[in-house]
């Protein structure tokens, strides 16, 4: 089992930056990719963006130029720097990571973090 925990949401007003971290524990493997979801109210939960550990990246067109995700291998942490806020990105984000388990790829969420952009 894979545990996920993120961190670094909060309160920002239009224009401010928040990193937004994702903390894996338990049985990481190598094999993985990485992604941020953002569920929005009234919305589903949809793809912000992706990486995976052959170095694919993607973003949603909305906040690319704006939003950049990393990761640091190490330590099991991806991170989702997030510059030139809109109200638009308001919403809890979510942290999945998607790897092997066995011979079978699983997902695993985290339970998410608060970003209220508002002025």
């Known amino acids: 089992q894979v545990q996920l925990v993120e961190s670094g949401g909060g309160s920002v007003q239009p224009g401010g930056s928040l990193r937004l971290s994702c903390a894996a524990s338990g049985a990481v493997t190598s094999a993985n990719a990485w992604s941020w979801y953002r569920q929005s109210p009234g919305q589903p939960r949809d793809l912000v963006a992706g990486?995976?550990?052959?170095?694919?990246?993607t973003y949603i067109d909305p906040v690319k130029g704006r939003f950049t995700i990393s990761t640091d291998n190490a330590k099991n942490i991806l991170y989702l720097q997030m510059d030139n806020l809109k109200p638009e990105d308001t919403g809890v984000y979510y942290c999945k990571r998607h790897q092997l388990k066995g011979s079978t790829w699983v997902d695993y969420w985290g339970k998410g973090t608060l970003v209220t952009v508002s002025s």
């Open positions: 990486t995976a550990y052959n170095g694919y990246v």
